[in-house]
């Protein structure tokens, strides 16, 4: 609990836990819904760490479950959904616990960003009321310390004119400045973790880079864990310090960033790699894409889920799921032929 | 925007939450499950049975003529299940030929309204521009203009009679179907198979007939369920007007204003016919719930 | 900020409105022409002379034809005159503004009351979809759906007037003459008007929360927030729900009064439905045109206001609501 002339800038960490420690572990998570009498599988054993202060990115297509994994660190799932496997923040234990218990957690030490800023903001709320709330959901604040911590957030987000936005409705804002606001609101409690789930997707480019720098400025400036949900690996690549790719929720590639970008291991990350756009290209022609449609949760391929769109699959990878591991020293993948080697699986 | 990636597929679950212990989807398949179609049709092919068909062979006596010596007969007693009314007919039979005019009415206003507001607002929608813009106005002019005005107005000039009960009604269901039939087509226009059956050229008729009908026709249907139920109350309503059905002819609308005068002294006068109209209408209520939870679940 | 579009809106809104309102009394008045008998035979009654008829039909001005009364009635009301009743000689302006005051206030207690316990019962059952309060409401709701209004006031009249006469059967009491006889007196109507409303509203509102609360991406921004789930749905989905509420109320207000008309019949309330059907009656026309003249107006800007109310304060309106 942060006094009432508190600046945004985060307190010594409490010294209980050893230093090194993880923020954020994942370990073997699963995330099933059902789904019209079936169960689909939406995350299949996540693991990952988040070290304090560091980012790590999460890549996938559209129902890859990075997006499922990460509302279930906060348990904002439907209740269709279950959650086994251990995720633990500063030690405590996050599956199975109540509504309640989650309810500390969620906007104070650990906050969520969305992607689409028009509409994850409520249009019949004052921008003002929708950060005050934010505040005064985890602290007790009369309302005038909590206005002005709301126009200190709103200035620490770059938002020009923040008490004459401070009054205003989402709609008479333009998209960045919306998603300004969405930050401005995660970081209402200080958090120690920030999970912007592709909080840049909805904008257009010039104002996609603006926040990324607005992110990456706040992030070092109070000290925060990121974990960076996006479709993107060039984002990845200039901002995360690890990074996890998912397909069919699975983890099939994990590295730090460079270790990564130096040596993909596997098919699908290149293709990712391969469909992002470059300014070299020629303007007006369609952006390279991953060849295929995204996998069907419902109906997964026996072997490798990736085979049916992978250049290189052999019999073997429609036979058998080939093992996540540990590849090369801090680098896993999940693949029986990964590139650049000459077919060797990982041990 | 980066890489292209394929859009979000079907079988993602959705993220949306809901407070918890909501299941909304409709479970579908298994007869257990169609329980909320089931039962209410049941209950109305049943009802049906009894205004139709059961007065044909049944013991039923005439609903009317009857004889003032057999007036106010309690109920239960024998032959007159509910007893006898005033003067002398048995209500019971006045129940059940109520019931044949009441949904003989209602069928026919919704059948009229379906086929004559479905064409007007579809043409509107498909056409739209001036034609769209006039055919509004002219619904939006019947919507506002006081029914009553217009419903007495035909009362007094044609006199009460069945037909004209039913043609009073229908200027509150045509316009109203014309709505549902227009919002239908307007959605239905933007879809792209409507668009390339234009551009391949098939002709006017031939897309509002093969093309939109097929479409539009289930959601006219379930509103027309909806609907039942308040042309059968509007039907008993006009009955307070002189308009209605003429008695001595039976309809609930005319035995309930009938039974008002006399509510304190003989109550079930009024909560027969009440019960019976309350019955038919949570039925095709519930009837025209449960087909509308499946349609906008598909 | 708002006010150039939402004036935009009221132009454009009142375009349309004043057709409506021209045709709706047009028509009117063609009906009421096309009527068998005129007031002249309807006051005079069956035993008048041909020529006493004919007498008080050029009194009246019934002789001349029917565009050129049509128009001149139209006139009169550009420069504010309603005209007067034929029956009666009193100014139609004196009709409306003895009876209409009943009708409005039996409306407004039935939608007030009907309103009051719509929204916390609609949200106690959007809390938990199928949980006990739910599927209570539902039912209850269902079944007052199923209800008709003149079948629901003599029920109520026989519980509550007839057998416990704890208010009154019939009869309106007039606000001066006590505020409790007053509210005594409509209490019955406006229940009877007011409870199907109540089923009706309490569904729609209900099933609006939960679309939000399923739909909606800001409500899981509140989540996020540590928001709990009542404050999620009261602070967030309710506001954003009661919008779609106010539209079909102010839809529904032309319905209304119909159902009002039937309402007053049965409890014998001096409002503007007793007198609409005495005027149809006596071929009244001016009251009649009156009367209709009101009552259209009164739908054209319920609607009208709710258009504004949406252009000022629902921001949705501006990007559309995200159909999912």
Not at chain 1, 171 to 192: D, W
Not at chain 1, 302 to 311: H, K
Not at chain 2, 16 to 35: C, I, K, N, V
Not at chain 2, 202 to 229: D, E
């Amino acid at each position: 609990m942060t006094d009432h002339t508190a600046s945004v800038e985060t307190e010594p960490q409490a010294g209980d836990r050893a230093p090194g420690a993880p923020l954020l572990e994942l370990r073997d998570v699963r995330v099933a819904f059902r789904h019209g009498g079936r169960r689909l599988v939406a995350v299949d054993g996540l693991s990952y760490t988040v070290a304090p202060g560091r980012t790590l990115a999460l890549i996938g297509e559209s129902g890859s479950g990075k997006t499922v994994s990460s509302r279930a660190v906060l348990g904002l799932l439907p209740p269709t959904a279950t959650v086994s496997g251990s995720i633990r923040f500063e030690g405590e234990e996050l599956v199975g616990l109540s509504e309640r218990q989650m309810r500390r957690h969620r906007g104070a030490s650990i906050a969520m960003v969305f992607q689409d800023p028009t509409r994850s903001l409520n249009p019949t709320m004052r921008i003002g009321a929708q950060i005050t709330e934010a505040i005064r959901v985890h602290q007790k604040l009369d309302g005038k310390a909590a206005k002005a911590r709301a126009i200190e957030l709103l200035k620490l987000v770059r938002l020009p004119a923040a008490e004459q936005r401070f009054v205003e409705y989402p709609h008479q804002l333009s998209g960045g400045m919306r998603q300004r606001v969405v930050i401005a609101i995660a970081l209402a409690a200080s958090p120690k973790l920030l999970i912007a789930d592709e909080a840049t997707t909805a904008l257009d480019v010039t104002t996609q880079a603006q926040i990324m720098e607005l992110l990456r400025d706040l992030q070092r400036k109070l000290g925060m864990a990121m974990v960076m949900i996006s479709h993107d690996l060039g984002l990845a690549a200039s901002f995360a310090d690890e990074v996890v790719v998912m397909y069919a929720g699975r983890a099939v590639e994990q590295a730090p960033t460079r270790t990564l970008f130096a040596n993909v291991r596997m098919p699908y990350t290149k293709a990712l790699l391969e469909a992002i756009p470059r300014i070299e290209r020629p303007p007006h022609q369609p952006l390279p894409v991953v060849p295929g449609r995204p996998p069907d949760l419902a109906a997964l391929p026996a072997g490798c889920p990736f085979a049916p769109r992978c250049p290189s699959a052999r019999d073997l990878c429609r036979e058998s799921a080939p093992p996540f591991g540990e590849g090369e020293p801090g680098h896993r993948w999940a693949c029986w032929y990964p590139c650049g080697s000459d077919g060797a699986a990982p041990a | 925007m980066a890489a292209q990636l394929p859009e979000a597929d079907a079988q993602v679950p959705s993220l949306a939450l809901a407070p918890a212990g909501a299941e909304l989807e409709r479970p579908r398949g298994g007869w257990l499950r169609q329980l909320d179609v089931l039962v209410p049709g049941t209950i109305l092919v049943f009802l049906l049975f009894l205004f139709f068909v059961w007065p044909v062979i049944g013991p039923v006596g005439k609903p009317t003529g009857g004889n003032i010596l057999n007036a106010n007969i309690e109920p239960w007693s024998a032959g007159h299940i509910f007893g006898t009314d005033p003067v002398g007919n048995d209500i019971w039979s006045r129940i059940l030929y109520g019931g044949r005019n009441s949904i003989e009415i209602a069928f026919s206003v919704q059948f009229v309204g379906l086929v004559l507001g479905g064409a007007v607002g579809a043409i509107a929608a498909y056409w739209g521009g001036a034609v769209d813009m006039v055919l509004m106005r002219v619904l939006d002019v019947l919507i506002a203009f006081p029914a009553l005005v217009l419903a007495l107005a035909i009362a007094e000039s044609l006199g009460p009679s069945k037909s004209h009960t039913i043609l009073a009604l229908c200027f509150f269901s045509v316009p109203a179907f014309a709505r549902v039939s227009r919002a239908a087509t307007l959605r239905l226009r933007e879809r792209p198979f409507m668009l390339a059956a234009r551009l391949s050229g098939t002709g006017t008729g031939r897309i509002l007939l093969r093309h939109i009908t097929p479409n539009v026709l289930p959601q006219l249907v379930t509103f027309a369920l909806l609907g039942m139920g308040i042309i059968i109350i509007l039907e008993g309503a006009l009955s307070f007007f002189g308009l209605g059905v003429p008695p001595p002819n039976p309809s609930w609308g005319n035995m309930i204003f009938e039974g008002q005068g006399i509510l304190s002294a003989e109550p079930r006068l009024v909560l027969v016919p009440s019960a019976f109209l309350f019955i038919t209408v949570l039925t095709f209520n519930l009837l025209g719930d449960a087909l509308r939870s499946r349609w906008s679940s598909v | 900020m708002t006010g150039s579009p939402a004036l935009r809106l009221i132009g454009k809104r009142l375009a349309t409105a004043i057709p409506v309102l021209w045709g709706v009394t047009f028509l009117t008045f063609v009906v009421i022409n096309r009527l068998p008998t005129d007031a002249a035979q309807q006051l005079l009654g069956v035993n008048a002379t041909p020529q006493q008829i004919e007498e008080l039909r050029q009194k009246l001005n019934l002789d001349e034809p029917l565009f050129s009364r049509y128009f001149s009635w139209l006139g009169d009301v550009l420069s504010g005159n309603l005209g007067r009743s034929f029956a009666s000689d009193q100014t139609v302006t004196s009709i409306l503004s003895e009876r209409l005051p009943v009708t409005l206030e039996l409306l407004a207690y039935a939608l007030i009351v009907s309103l009051l316990f719509t929204v916390p019962v609609a949200v106690l059952a959007a809390r938990r979809p199928n949980g006990v309060v739910d599927r209570i409401t539902m039912t209850l709701s269902m079944l007052g759906l199923s209800m008709a209004n003149y079948v629901l006031a003599l029920i109520l009249v026989y519980i509550f007037a007839v057998k416990l006469e704890w208010l009154p059967a019939i009869g309106y009491v007039n606000p001066s003459d006590g505020i409790w006889p007053f509210i005594k007196s409509l209490t019955l109507p406006a229940i009877s008007i007011g409870f199907p409303l109540f089923c009706f509203y309490t569904r729609l509102l209900r099933a609006d929360i939960l679309e939000q609360m399923q739909g909606e991406d800001y409500v899981v921004t509140a989540a996020a927030k540590g928001a709990g789930p009542w404050r999620v749905l009261i602070r967030h989905a309710l506001p954003n729900s009661l919008f779609g509420l106010l539209t079909v109320v102010a839809v529904n207000i032309g319905t209304l009064v119909g159902v009002t008309v039937i309402i007053e019949s049965i409890f014998a309330l001096p409002g503007i439905g007793g007198a609409l059907l005495e005027a149809i009656n006596n071929r009244d026309i001016l009251v009649v045109q009156g009367i209709v003249l009101v009552l259209a107006t009164v739908v054209v800007v319920a609607n009208l206001v709710t258009d504004l109310l949406y252009a000022v304060l629902d921001p949705r309106i501006r990007y559309g609501r995200p159909a999912s």
